[in-house]
T-cell receptor, first 115, second 110 residues
């Protein structure tokens, strides 16, 4: 099992450009999440999807959109990138066994720089 | 007040030492608690869940005090490979969301 995979690993964008970050999981989890991590700020939730067909805003959703394509895939789109969106983006999934139903498992991350 | 507060460290300890990390959380409705570790420039990885009765996994022991809203992680016989940032993580009320502390940095010295 690959777990949670993300593409791309690195990306440099110019201000105003758009891009989509891809995430897929093969653990049959119901819930999927997008976080950003900035120095000194910890992990902050951008959007999440509790189940296929639903998405909800997290703590920092402005400037982003998401699509839960199917149970396995959850993408994050930046429509018009800004330097403030320079960050490391992590996708996570969760909702497996009853014992750790709230535990989340992370992908390797995408390092995005917006110039 | 932050939802999850941790001492940022850094903690620099010699190999073989015992080190303890503490964390407090503000939402008394939280039901699930975790410790994650994050290596430099890598993703967070689940280290262990934290149960009310306390639980142990090898050299790692986690404790939860619901009355004080306090979580701890004890690492015994520290190894060089334990060097990482340790994240205290709390379920957000009744939702399927987690709140992450900013992390405590540990360096184990030879």
């Amino acid at each position: 099992n690959a777990g949670v995979t993300q593409t791309p690993k690195f990306q440099v964008l110019k201000t105003g450009q758009s891009m989509t970050l891809q995430c897929a999981q093969d653990m049959n989890h119901n819930s999927m999440y997008w976080y950003r991590q900035d120095p000194g700020m910890g992990l902050r939730l951008i959007y999440y999807s509790a189940s296929e067909g639903t998405t909800d805003k997290g703590e920092v959703p402005n400037g982003y959109n998401v699509s839960r394509l199917n149970k396995r895939e959850f993408s994050l789109r930046l429509e018009s990138a800004a330097p403030s969106q320079t960050s490391v983006y992590f996708c996570a999934s969760g909702g497996s066994s009853a014992a750790d139903v709230y535990a989340q498992y992370f992908g390797p991350g995408t390092r995005l720089t917006v110039t | 007040r932050k939802e999850v507060e941790q001492d940022p460290g850094p903690f620099n300890v010699p190999e073989g030492a015992t080190v303890a990390f503490n964390c407090t959380y503000s939402n008394s409705a939280s039901q699930s608690f975790f410790w994650y570790r994050q290596d430099c420039r890598k993703e967070p990885k689940l280290l262990m869940s934290v149960y009310s009765s306390g639980n142990e996994d090898g050299r790692f022991t986690a404790q939860l005090n619901r009355a004080s809203q306090y979580i701890s992680l004890l690492i015994r016989d520290s190894k060089l490979s334990d060097s990482a940032t340790y994240l205290c993580v709390v379920q957000k009320g009744s939702a399927r969301q987690l709140t992450f502390g900013s992390g405590t940095q540990l360096t184990v010295l030879p």
